[in-house]
């Protein structure tokens, strides 16, 4: 299971590492936050995230909401996808929560966790990331 192009966008835990992420910042442009500032947007999150067989390796993804200072003004975490929901499958399944831009958000921080439970290699994996903006 996965999406159509998997792999086109794969990321996967570091072999031989426990615990290994990424991080990317995206900045909002100023011409969206006054829309923003009004309520009136609202992020999409989504990934396929999964892992190899009954292995309890899980991947997490988090988009946090952060203000002019950096300061954390809110999140949205995505449910993980671990051996049981993956019913002992190796794959990729969808995830996806949406939630308003609180106001004052200046920048999007994407957070990508790969946790290795068991196991020789991390065997955590996130593709097909995806972040949208849309005003409602």
Not at 16 to 43: F, K, M, N, T, Y
């Amino acid at each position: 299971p996965g999406p159509q192009d998997r792999g086109a966008y794969l990321f996967a835990g570091a072999p031989h590492e426990r615990v290994s992420g990424l991080r990317q910042e995206i900045a909002i442009d100023p011409a969206s936050r006054e829309a923003i500032d009004h309520d009136v947007v609202r992020a999409n999150f989504s990934a396929y995230l999964g892992g190899y067989l009954q292995e309890g390796d899980v991947a997490a993804a988090n988009l946090t909401f952060l203000g002019e200072d950096r300061r954390p003004l809110g999140q949205i975490a995505l449910s993980s996808v671990g051996p049981q929901e993956r019913s002992g499958k190796t794959g990729l399944w969808p995830v996806a929560e949406s939630a308003p831009v609180p106001r004052g958000t200046v920048a999007l921080m994407v957070d990508l966790m790969f946790t290795s439970v068991d196991g020789r290699l991390n065997d955590s994996y996130a593709d097909n990331v995806s972040v949208t903006l849309s005003e409602y």
